[in-house]
């Protein structure tokens, strides 16, 4: 099983809360209830954890929160996915987006272990799936070999 490392998603919670802590504050004033109101909003979000897993015939992807329980989880069918591109983020960081044939599509930030990518264009070859790389893609897969 993989973990998936979205770059902005804490950057996000965070903002959420902060302006929503403030937006109470406004009309109710500061108050240890409204933080205690806050709180299990804010460990909610900060327990958001995403997997993906690659098995021969097919793909789970799944949204985990509160550590252990599994909120989402979806299982992705070779004949469900119309492409997988590949595309570098931030420095150095490798990324995939899941483009499925109805529904949306899935963002694998940054896989860890790095070899996630490795796997999920195996699969990909298995099952002749269309890939697509970006240029800065390839040049950052020639640089790591």
């Not at 996000?12 to 302006?19: A, E, H, L, M, T």
């Not at 195996?122 to 390839?138: C, Q, S």
């Amino acid at each position: 099983m993989y973990d998936v490392r979205p770059q902005i998603l804490p950057i996000i919670c965070i903002f959420i809360v902060v302006i929503f802590l403030n937006v109470l504050s406004e009309f109710y004033g500061y108050s240890f209830t409204l933080f205690l109101f806050v709180l299990p909003l804010f460990i909610f979000l900060g327990s958001l954890r995403f997997k993906f897993n690659i098995y021969d015939d097919y793909l789970v992807y799944q949204v985990i929160i509160l550590f252990k329980i599994s909120f989402l989880k979806k299982e992705i069918h070779p004949t469900q996915i119309n492409q997988l591109k590949f595309f570098e983020v931030g420095w150095f960081k490798r990324a995939a987006v899941i483009k499925l044939k109805q529904g949306i599509n899935i963002r694998l930030a940054i896989l860890e272990p790095t070899e996630a990518n490795d796997h999920l264009h195996e699969f990909a070859k298995k099952h002749n799936i269309m890939v697509d790389k970006t240029k800065d893609y390839l040049r950052l897969e020639r640089r790591n070999k």
